[in-house]
Every structure is written in C-alpha cells, then in structure tokens.
C-alpha cells in the first residue's frame, strides 16, 4: 500500500504512523536511506550502519567546518 507525506520547506517529512509500526520506530530512532538504480528505499538503522557513518566521519575534515555547519543547517 502506497503511504504519502508531504515536504515542508526545510525538507522534511512525517514518517506516516503504519510506517513507523511496521520498522517499530519511535522518536530519536535513526533512518536510513538506500538508494540503488534510481529507487530510495528507507528502513530502520542498524547498529551497524551507525558505526560505519561514525568510522568514516571523521575521514571527512572537510565536511566539519562552522561554515559547513552554517550553510547546512536547515537541512
């Protein structure tokens, strides 16, 4: 069954409420993106995938600067 939400102007969206029964999420929970051959798919992060993005962020000293946290803030 297709489920919509609509996009507010800082790009955000509400996760509809059988969506959020269905990967038993509750508030503060992290979500993931998958994005294969034009497709996005979400799901519950694992623990897993948030040791990962923890590893590689600080590879990435280029993305932590006050102005990156300026311009990207309403994202």
Known sequence: MLQTSKLTTKYQAT???SV???LQL???DMLG???NAGEVTLRRATPI???FIQALAGTLPEWASKE???AFKDL
């Open 26 to 28: 509750k508030a503060g």
């Open 20 to 22: 959020r029964k269905v």
């Open 15 to 17: 996760v509809p409420t």
């Open 33 to 35: 993106f998958e994005i």
């Open 49 to 51: 995938d948030l040791a």
């Open 68 to 70: 990156d946290d300026l």
